[in-house]
């Protein structure tokens, strides 16, 4: 398996351009999420989505936008780039599951880095 | 709403010496905690968690934490570091089954730059 991969890995982008960040696991999870990560902040979460054609916002959604038309795959949108959004963008999946062990852990992808200037 | 608090920002240490990341968290619904580790220019790999039952937990790499419920805390600890430890380390929290739909979310801590020195 590969886990969690994200494309790309780096992209600078100007301002007010717009782009996606994407994001696929082959684990068959339910759960997804992105995570944005600015120094000394830890990560904050954008938005999640518990299934396909299933999406909420998290902590801090704003100038962002997600869809899950499948189970693997949850892309990130930015409509219009702002420096504000200069960060390391981590996608990250889990399942659910009473009885394993290995419920509620998170698999996280390698990150991608964006510079908008 | 959880919050989560990593008392230090970076931690330099020797070699083979003890070491102790410091988190402490608030939450008004009972909690599932984990330790990550961030690699430079890598994404996070858990290193434990405490889900319930024993409140001293095992990790990889010879890491474990102490889950406190009256202090609030999940301290990570492992007794002689290596260079190959130096990484930041994450602490993070997500309301438990009992505390209500949660999906898994995590709040993350700032962050604990562990730096050994030889």
């Known amino acids: 398996n590969a886990g969690v991969t994200q494309t790309p890995k780096f992209r600078i982008l100007k301002i007010g351009q717009s782009m996606t960040l994407q994001c696929t696991q082959d684990?068959?999870?339910?759960?997804m999420y992105w995570y944005r990560q600015d120094p000394g902040m830890g990560l904050k979460l954008i938005y999640y989505?518990?299934?396909?054609?299933?999406?909420d916002k998290g902590e801090v959604p704003n100038g962002y936008n997600v869809s899950r038309s499948t189970t693997e795959d949850f892309p990130l949108r930015l409509e219009l780039a702002a420096p504000s959004q200069t960060s390391v963008y981590f996608c990250?999946?889990?399942?659910?599951?009473?009885?394993?062990?290995?419920?509620?852990?998170?698999?996280f992808g390698p990150g991608t880095r964006l510079t908008v200037t | 709403a959880q919050s989560v608090t990593q008392l230090d920002s970076q931690v330099p240490v020797f070699e083979e010496a003890p070491v102790e990341l410091r988190c402490n968290y608030s939450?008004?619904?009972?909690?599932?905690l984990f330790w990550y580790v961030q690699y430079p220019n890598q994404g996070l790999q858990l290193l434990l968690k405490?889900?319930?039952?024993?409140?001293l937990v095992k990790g990889i790499n010879g890491f474990e934490a102490e889950f406190n419920k009256s202090q609030t805390s999940f301290h990570l600890r492992k007794p002689s570091v290596h260079i190959s430890d130096t990484a930041e380390y994450f602490c993070?929290?997500?309301?438990?089954?009992?505390?209500?739909?949660?999906?898994?979310?995590?709040?993350f801590g700032q962050g604990t730059i562990l730096t050994v020195h030889p």
């Open positions: 990250a999946s889990s399942n659910r599951n009473y009885r394993a062990r290995k419920s509620y852990e998170q698999y």
């Open positions: 684990m068959n999870h339910n759960y």
């Open positions: 989505s518990v299934g396909a054609g299933i999406t």
């Open positions: 939450s008004s619904v009972s909690v599932y």
């Open positions: 405490y889900l319930s039952g024993s409140t």
């Open positions: 993070a929290v997500s309301a438990s089954l009992a505390g209500g739909t949660s999906y898994g979310k995590l709040t």
